[in-house]
């Protein structure tokens, strides 16, 4: 009877010792809490809500990704990521955890704790080069057998880059060369109407 006890116990541990504190290192892969159970498969949307402080990033920018429970639907555990959207399985960015904790090297942010939350907040940061378009991923746990696996949410994309200076000169150089351009133009014009005219008067 002992031995049964202790093996029951030994299983629950082996199937929830990720929830209450944290996202395994494996989710970092499958985004699956393990937790013996398989993955919602009806539409998130009714419950929560996801959401990005922009759609647009640049090298470096810090962007707010949020999730918020909608009516009742408190969630007690999370995993965030960013991947890129035409190469889903490369993680990009980093995170600095306002609460929770980080995964994946720093790719990751996920719970610390088995609280009832009805939002969470997290900051990511873009990578330091353009990686192109970008979506934030999300697994979200309601309960222990209630989660939503690889949720896709919000696409993310490269802000528009400053015209180039095609010239290869400095932009006040540049400037400064069409205005001497330009008054080189207006004087010869100026010249030519006035030797016209002149003629014009001879004949």
């Not at 929830?16 to 013996?36: D, I, K, L, V």
């Not at 920018?61 to 999730?67: A, G, L, S």
């Amino acid at each position: 009877m002992t031995l049964l006890l202790a093996f029951t116990v030994a299983l629950c541990a082996a199937t929830s010792w990720a929830y209450p504190s944290g996202a395994p290192e494996t989710a970092c892969a499958t985004m699956m809490p393990n937790h013996g159970f398989s993955a919602q498969k009806t539409d998130y949307t009714p419950y929560y809500n996801i959401t990005v402080s922009k759609l647009e990033y640049a090298p470096g920018d810090k962007i707010k990704v949020t999730i918020r429970a909608l009516k009742d639907n408190e969630f007690k555990g999370y995993i965030m990521q960013v991947r890129k959207v035409l190469n889903d399985e490369q993680l990009v960015g980093t995170w600095s955890p306002t609460e929770g904790q980080l995964k994946c090297g720093q790719s990751a942010v996920t719970h610390s704790d088995g609280k009832k939350k009805t939002s969470v907040e997290q900051e990511w940061t873009a990578p330091d080069t353009d990686v192109g378009n970008v979506q934030v991923w999300v697994t979200i746990v309601k309960e222990k057998a209630t989660f939503w696996s690889q949720i896709k949410g919000p696409i993310i994309v490269p802000s528009l880059k400053p015209a180039s200076n095609d010239t290869g000169l400095p932009e006040q150089q540049t400037s400064s060369s069409t205005t001497s351009i330009n008054g080189t133009v207006s004087y010869l014009l100026y010249s030519w109407l006035l030797f016209a005219e002149i003629t014009s008067q001879l004949l």
